[in-house]
């Protein structure tokens, strides 16, 4: 469990302890958060910084620095979800998605890489929905369309 307090400082709890474990400092307010439901040890936060940070729980002793910023959005990233367990997809409102590969798009050895941008809706000022199932994406848009995709693949309108 997390609780947000000042300028993105957010304490995450271990509620069997009813105590913090952690303190995570993203610079920036927290839009959204998603723990990674194949490894709860890895959580991905999405922030008005635009850009996503994974944190690895096990390695924060006091405050913990991301294991990965994933940046290339030029406004807030207001959703993240897990897409596998080394896949995040980020929806920000530049009006873009990004599915992020967290092992460099499968090179040996290699950082966190883009590996698909998806545009053609519109999220400039609402939060308008992101949702991951298996491989299938779907996105809302201010137009009040629904794009899908299946996940490294174009949209499909």
């Known amino acids: 469990m ?54 690895d729980l096990r390695r924060a002793g006091g405050t913990a620095p991301p294991l990965y910023s994933l940046t290339g959005h030029s406004k807030a990233v207001s959703y993240v979800r897990w897409a596998s367990r080394h896949e995040v997809v980020s929806a920000s409102t530049d009006s873009s998605l ?38 299938l994406l779907a996105a809302g848009s201010e137009t009040n369309e629904v794009r899908m995709s299946v996940c490294g693949q174009q949209w499909h309108a």
């Open 2 to 55: 997390g609780r947000l307090t000042v300028r993105g400082v957010s304490q995450v709890w271990d509620v069997r302890e009813g105590r913090p474990c952690c303190t995570v400092d993203t610079r920036a307010n927290v839009c959204s958060v998603r723990y990674n439901p194949w490894d709860a040890h890895f959580v991905a936060v999405g922030s008005a910084a635009h850009a996503v940070l994974v944190y």
């Open 98 to 135: 990004r599915l992020w590969a967290l092992g460099g798009g499968g090179e040996p050895g290699a950082g966190p890489a883009c590996v698909r941008a998806y545009t053609g809706h519109v999220n400039e000022r609402h939060f308008v929905g992101l949702s991951v199932d298996q491989d």
